[in-house]
């Protein structure tokens, strides 16, 4: 086959600035102007139909760009200017495992390691500051994607200038830094839509065996040193903390405790410090309905669902308030990374049982412990209270009053009820076992079948 079939070749791009960015391109690189200029289009409105392929790609997330051939995905680019540490970089994990589960390459290109906005609006000399690197397990979590669907993952790095920062490619950029930017993910992009445009057409691959083992390896490298602590909040729990957990979730603080975790950092996690110890499961969810728990022993009762419950789990813990980015990312890199098995390709067939513990959201306004949890919020700055005697601790007397009082006025819904329209309640709903909220615990997908 030779390159004719570029004329057939879709991307579909997630914003305009995107189309504008590839249209771009395609003048200082001539192997994308072989895709025809009205083939660079804008995503259709997520209300108007796509085929199924396409579908499942984008159902959960959309990703940057998507490369099509006659309809059919061939390929998934993340393009981003950051590369903070810590989760942030893990937002994007779900759409490259979307990629990977629908067996369609995807390429990750971003700055490995740059220094933070903020950062530079604080110094005269760029140079004294130190870059921030991306979380490792964003690129060894692709190639374990990589390995189990069978599918190529690429990584492509964004440079950067003396200054840290990403560098800019405009309108007026010359051709010289458009390819000291972008020729090496190009190459990729290249590479990558020619092995599956040969792979839907039966065509022997072979010739790109070179490039394909090139690109594994440089994602094998980004990994090779991880700059990853371990995490409180991302385990493997023991069965006898799971049995603890799932009879009672506040036990947790047994092993996520409150002097090496919620003790720390923003004020925020003692709201969920305090959420934890007022959950209290309420409801149950079976296959076709909710009901009370009443005296039904909630260990047993999950363990009909998932027999393995009776191990050790891989368990997340997320106090973020009722959003989608970053812990959506977050509990699927850790499904790669920690619960799943060779040959363990959807949830399930996955052996270690998934838990996530989402104790600032709850099922229902009406539950005693809700009611009870959030009339203490508004005792934050009640001296004498539960939630003020954590400031206390945390702050010391003379401080917490004006930072309880600063809390409060400062942030909105502290805790809030579970929306099954959102993308996190479909992404946790796909890849979890069981969820386990301030009053009920929630049933994956898979366990609801």
């Known amino acids: 086959m030779d390159n004719t079939f570029y004329s057939d070749v879709t991307v579909l791009c997630d914003e305009e600035a995107d189309k504008q ?23 259709p409105r997520i209300t108007e139909s796509v085929n199924e392929r396409l579908f499942r790609l984008v159902n959960n997330d959309r990703p940057d760009f998507v490369f099509l051939y006659n309809q059919h995905p061939l390929l998934v680019l993340e393009l981003t200017e950051h590369g903070y540490t810590g989760d942030n970089p893990l937002q994007r994990f779900t759409r490259l495992a979307a990629a990977a589960e629908n067996r369609v390459p995807a390429i990750y290109f971003g700055p490995f390691a740059r220094v933070r906005d ?7 000399d760029p140079s004294t500051l130190s870059r921030r690197r991306v979380n490792t397990d964003l690129f060894r979590g692709m190639h374990c994607l ?5 599918v190529p993952m690429a990584v492509a790095e964004w440079v950067t200038g003396q200054n840290g920062k990403p560098l800019k490619f405009s309108a007026v950029s010359n051709v010289d830094t458009c390819k000291r930017i972008f020729a090496p993910l190009v190459s990729k992009i290249l590479t990558l839509v020619t092995y599956s445009v040969f792979k839907l057409n039966n065509i022997d691959s072979s010739e790109l065996l070179p490039q394909l083992c090139q690109i594994e390896e440089e994602l094998k490298q980004t990994f090779a040193t991880s700059n990853v602590r371990g995490s409180q909040t991302k385990l493997c729990l023991s069965k006898a903390n799971v049995v603890k957990f799932v009879r009672n979730p506040s036990s947790i603080l047994d092993v996520i405790t409150p002097a090496a975790y919620f003790l720390h950092d923003k004020p925020e996690r003692l709201l969920s410090w305090l959420c934890i110890k007022h959950t209290e499961i309420k409801w149950i969810e079976g296959k076709n309905s909710i009901d009370a728990v009443g ?15 009776n191990d050790d789990c891989c368990f997340y813990y997320t106090g973020y308030k009722w ?3 970053p812990h959506c990312g977050v509990l699927v890199n850790l499904d790669y990374l920690l ?36 009339a203490e919020i508004t005792k934050a700055s009640d001296a004498g209270s539960e ?16 930072i309880s009082r600063s809390f409060i006025r400062r ?12 993308k996190q309640a479909r992404i946790f709903r796909q890849y979890c076992d069981f969820i386990f909220l301030a009053d009920a615990v929630l049933l994956g997908n898979h366990l609801r079948k």
């Open 339 to 374: 619960a799943r098995g060779p040959g363990e390709t959807t949830p399930e067939k996955r052996k270690r049982a998934l838990i996530l513990f989402y104790p600032r959201v709850y099922l229902n306004s009406k539950s005693g412990n809700v009611i009870k949890l959030t």
């Open 323 to 325: 959003r989608s980015d």
């Open 118 to 124: 903020d950062e530079l609006d604080l110094v005269d």
């Open 295 to 309: 005296d039904t022993d909630i260990f047993n009762y999950l363990y009909k669902y998932k027999p393995t419950i």
């Open 387 to 402: 939630f003020y005697s954590m400031f206390e601790r945390r702050y010391g007397s003379d401080p917490a009053g004006s």
């Open 411 to 422: 942030t909105s819904g502290h805790i809030t009820q579970w929306t099954e329209s959102t």
């Open 146 to 150: 990589s390995k189990l669907f069978k």
């Open 21 to 43: 960015l590839f249209l771009r391109l395609r003048t200082h690189f001539p192997e994308l102007a072989r895709i025809p200029k009205d083939n660079i289009k804008v995503y």
